[in-house]
């Protein structure tokens, strides 16, 4: 009868502080969430704040300012649009490369000889 | 057993009866004890699992209060998902003057991070009993980091939605603007509110969490170099107004609109100012010799014409005291194609009267040139339309005088001329190709449309229209230039002058509208002010700019329209 109730007391402190830790643990998750919850909010609005930004930097009345001011762009004229198959077709390549090469080395004291990388 | 004195057993009998087991009742009763216990604790635990399950949601329950302080809005994008109207949080300083435990100290603290405040003002406000007050409006996140710092109780935060515009007055008069508690009150924004947020914003529910952007037709791009270009246009030619529309003609998205003078949406004063409103959907003009597209599609449509048929222009027109004159007359008989690139008035109302005043007005109303057109857009005016419609009403409204309409509503008969028959109601948002089909109606044979296409590029190429022949685009078009009723009189110097094109013309994909209010004549038009010399170039401009922005591919190998009609006419044998 004694070990019984030994053995429910103890049952009884093992169950109290493992209720109490949950508690204690489910508290700071909670906060955890709050705090987080808080962060998202920040977050959220911070992009939604550079989301406007970046819409005003980009907005065609400002940049179109800038290109005024900066470049010396024209508007493209409708003649200066083109299409791939109005390409003229590649030229071959040059028969004796590595003559060409030596050729163009022999002119030329400075400068580089482009890499031929394409073929080999 | 214990000794019973006498007395005790006679209590005993009295209580339980004679001849009863005690000890078996007191087991009875400790398992009824047990039983209860067991029970209450039972509910106990079952509370507390409901209890849980139920406050899950209670921190973000506490944020969508503090998040519906000012009511949220949706984002409004373009097209392309551009940002056009969006709502940025920013924090607000408000004070509960009842619970500040030293209003003189909280004045010092609050004025050194914020020194623009009014001193004595702050001190006064801050010393009244009022429940709530607010401190100020939108300050810096590095403000309220400050404030937040400095502790003093009964000082706090709000977060507010503040509705901005980046692109400023750029997509105003479709868009609109929303009032201080940001509700619609005008354009798109007053439409979205009808669409249930106003329901929303009633109740406080309406959080950022809980709404998908207003996707709309129009394309910034394009809008912008349309607007930049009747800004141009309306400070070379002197007019009071200028105002213009791009139109797919194939799903009725209105790709872009403006009218000058326009507004900034993020200072609203503005917007109230009568000469800013959206001429395109809120006023009625007599839309002059553009009008004459749809004379000229009724007649071949209803077989009284084909483009080979001829019409007397020989002699003014008489009808009672008033004359019809040609603008430039040729005294003699024209053909259909004549007719439209000399832009006879003559021959348009020969045309109409050749199908006779109920077709006319039937064709109209069939149109859509006799409703009010409505759209997405809250403004909107009802067409002016004669109440008695004589044979001089119906030679008038011919040449496109004596009915005035709205120019969207004009704008989107012209693209049912040239898109293949189907009249399409125009929309603000964003819409497929396979949506409008449904919604289309078919108002004119395939047939008419090929001839208007053909009638179009025609004046393009050497009538009235030859201003705004872009290269490579193809472009098709009509001019037309109507006097202003001042006073119930046709003022002759008070010019409305207009300019349709679709392009490209033998398979149209945009309408471009472009109209002028009141343009003088000036250096380089040789003394005129009529479309052919303003709105003509203006739209000229405007496509140059705005064809490879709206993936049209410049053309140089396409036939002139003599040619194409000549080709059809041998393919249809």
Redesign the interface.
């Known amino acids: 009868m004694r070990l019984l109730n030994i053995l429910v007391i103890a049952a009884l402190i093992l169950a109290a502080s493992f209720v109490y830790k949950i508690k204690f643990d489910s508290t700071l998750q ?1 906060e955890r ?2 705090k987080l ?2 962060e998202l ?1 920040h977050e ?2 911070a992009i ?2 550079l ?2 930004e ?3 930097l ?4 400002r940049i ?1 300012g800038l290109a005024q001011r900066h470049l010396a762009l024209q ?5 200066q ?1 083109g ?1 791939f198959d109005k390409l003229p077709p590649r030229p071959a390549p040059p028969a004796d490369l590595v003559g060409a090469m030596l050729k163009g080395a022999a002119a030329e004291t400075t400068g580089s000889v482009p890499t031929p990388r394409a073929r080999r | 057993m214990p000794v019973e004195t006498r007395w005790q057993r006679l209590v005993r009998s009295l209580l339980y009866g004679r001849g009863v087991d005690r000890s078996v009742k007191a087991k009875a009763r400790l398992g009824l004890a047990i039983l209860a216990f067991v029970g209450i604790y039972g509910v106990i635990a079952l509370r507390l699992v409901v209890f849980a399950e139920q406050s899950e949601g209670h921190g973000a329950r506490r944020s969508v209060s503090q998040d519906a302080v000012a009511t949220a809005r949706p984002d409004i994008v373009d097209r392309n998902g551009q940002i056009l109207a969006t709502d940025i949080k920013s924090p607000s300083l408000f004070a509960e003057p009842r619970k500040l435990i030293d209003p003189d100290e909280a004045e010092e603290k609050l004025t050194a991070v914020m020194p623009d405040l009014d001193t004595k003002e702050l001190l006064s406000r801050l010393s009244s009993k009022r429940g709530f007050i607010w401190l100020k409006r939108e300050i810096t996140p590095k403000q309220e980091h400050e404030i937040h710092r400095l502790g003093i109780p009964g000082v706090g935060f709000l977060t507010e939605n503040k509705r901005v515009y980046p692109n400023g007055p750029t997509v105003s008069q479709v868009i609109g603007l929303v009032n201080i508690d940001n509700q619609g009150i005008a354009g798109i924004e007053k439409w979205v509110d009808g669409q249930g947020l106003a329901a929303l914003h009633m109740a406080g529910l309406a959080t950022d969490r809980l709404q998908r952007p207003v996707q709309l037709s129009l394309d910034l791009r394009a809008q912008f170099a349309l607007r930049d270009e009747l800004v141009k246009a309306r400070e070379k030619f002197k007019a009071k107004a200028s105002a213009g529309l791009i139109l797919n003609v194939n799903t009725g998205e209105v790709v872009a609109l403006v009218s000058e003078p326009d507004y900034d949406p993020n200072n609203p004063r503005e917007a109230n100012d009568p000469t800013r409103i959206n001429r395109m959907t809120t006023g009625v003009y007599e839309m002059g010799s553009t009008f004459k597209v749809l004379t000229v599609a009724m007649a071949l449509d209803s077989g009284r014409a084909t483009l080979r048929s001829t019409f007397d222009a020989s002699h003014s027109l008489h009808y009672g005291r008033f004359t019809i004159h040609d603008y430039e007359p040729m005294h003699r008989a024209l053909t259909v194609p004549e007719i439209f690139t000399y832009s006879s008035n003559i021959g348009a109302a020969r045309m109409a009267l050749a199908v006779g005043v109920q077709g006319h007005k039937a064709f109209l109303k069939k149109m859509g040139q006799l409703d009010r057109l409505r759209t997405e857009l809250p403004e909107s005016a009802e067409p002016l339309v004669p109440k008695h419609w004589g044979e001089l009403n119906t030679v008038t409204i011919a040449f496109g005088h004596g009915l005035s309409v709205a120019p969207l509503q004009a704008a989107m008969a012209t693209a049912a001329t040239v898109n293949g028959g189907f009249l399409i109601p125009p929309t603000f948002l964003k819409r497929s190709e396979a949506e409008a089909k449904h919604l289309a109606k078919r108002v004119l044979k395939s047939h008419t449309s090929l001839d208007m296409r053909y009638l179009l590029r025609l004046n393009a190429e050497k009538g009235t229209g030859t201003f705004a022949n872009v290269e490579g685009f193809y472009v098709g078009g009509k001019t037309g230039t109507a006097e202003k009723v001042i006073n119930g009189r046709y003022a002759k110097h008070k010019l409305l002058t207009d300019f349709m094109a679709v392009l490209p013309a033998d398979k149209p994909k945009y309408l471009v509208l472009i109209m002028l209010d009141e343009p003088q004549p000036v250096k380089g038009t040789h003394g005129f002010a009529t479309a052919g010399w303003n709105a003509g170039p203006t739209a000229g401009k405007v496509i140059a700019r705005v064809a490879p922005l709206l993936d049209l591919e410049p053309r140089f190998d396409l036939p002139k329209a003599a040619q194409l009609i000549l080709a059809r006419a041998t393919e249809s044998r």
Do not use: I, L, Q
């Not at chain 1, 980009?58 to 009345?61: C, F, I, Q």
């Open positions: 909670a969430g709050a919850r808080g909010r959220r609005n939604a704040r989301r406007a970046w819409a005003k980009d907005a065609p009345a179109e508007p493209v004229k409708s003649v649009f299409t």
